[in-house]
């Protein structure tokens, strides 16, 4: 990596770390740290390997439903756990909504132009247009402040036995949490582990692969044991797409190539791609 430091200082004077990283497309990122001590080798390494890991759950909550355990009993929380007050989240979401809306109508302000020889129709709805968009701006610029005002008076966490009772909520137990989620990261690594392979008969790779997986994964397939010849064959259906096919049929032999057991059994599973 390409690394920078220097000193920052900020609005309330402290003096902090900057650490910026330049990137191939001639992009800066910057990290900012009160670590005087590590090397700024090791700060850097440390953040973009948690990237990581955020795209990494990120795509376990899409793609395996983390967050949705087997066990579907609840407990009640803890009163003295601190939550984020709803009015608050409620009050940062119109702010926010508000900041977009105020986003888009300045951009139709500074789109604004007029010929080199306006008409006189054209001046008159130019003037027109440009005096709604200012009247438009002030009045959205009044309600943010109005809504940034009331949110400095809501407190932002407060204990959950202080919630109003419609917002109040319990959570699921945790007893089966670590067991399940061990399962769902086991069949990840297969997942990286194939789209690993399939990604090398793919045009685009890695990302493509993943998709081709999921869509192999809902696919229905048939399985033949045969207790004679102590195999499993799994038979897979025809995808939607020739190439597809093809990327697969290489990934079934990669597979094949392993002789891997079914669980329990002392059946080899073979995979075929295809009608009998």
Same mark, same amino acid.
């Given at each position: ?152 008076? $809501? ?63 809902? $696919? ?39 002789? $891997? ?16």
């Amino acid at each position: 990596m390409q690394l920078a430091e220097r000193g920052s200082q900020l609005s309330n004077r402290l003096w902090l770390r900057e650490i910026r990283k330049l990137t191939d497309s001639g992009h800066q990122t910057s990290i900012l740290t009160t670590n005087f001590q590590a090397p700024m080798t090791t700060l850097a390494v440390s953040l973009f390997a948690r990237w990581s890991q955020e795209n990494f759950f990120r795509y376990m909550r899409e793609h395996y439903s983390l967050d949705r355990l087997i066990e579907y009993g609840t407990e009640p929380i803890p009163d003295a756990i601190s939550v984020v007050n709803p009015a608050w989240r409620r009050l940062d979401s119109q702010i926010r909504s508000q900041a977009g809306r105020r986003h888009r109508l300045a951009a139709q302000f500074g789109a604004l132009a007029l010929s080199a020889d306006p008409t006189e129709s054209e001046l008159q709805r130019f003037q027109q247009r440009n005096g709604q968009l200012r009247e438009d701006l002030h009045a959205v610029d009044q309600e943010i402040d109005n809504l940034k005002q009331r949110r400095k008076n $809501t407190e932002h966490h407060i204990p959950v036995k202080s919630l109003p009772e419609q917002d109040r909520f319990t959570r699921l137990r945790t007893e089966r949490k670590h067991f399940i989620d061990t399962l769902r990261m086991i069949a990840y690594r297969a997942e990286s582990s194939m789209a690993s392979l399939l990604g090398e008969h793919m045009a685009r790779g890695g990302g493509d692969a993943c998709s081709l997986l999921r869509q192999v994964f809902q $696919t229905e397939a048939d399985l033949t044991p045969d207790l004679v010849a102590n195999t499993l064959t799994v038979r897979l259906h025809h995808l939607t797409h020739a190439a597809h096919d093809r990327a697969i049929e290489q990934l079934l032999t990669c597979l094949n190539d392993t002789k $891997t057991l079914f669980p329990g059994t002392n059946l080899t599973l073979i995979f075929k791609l295809g009608s009998f």
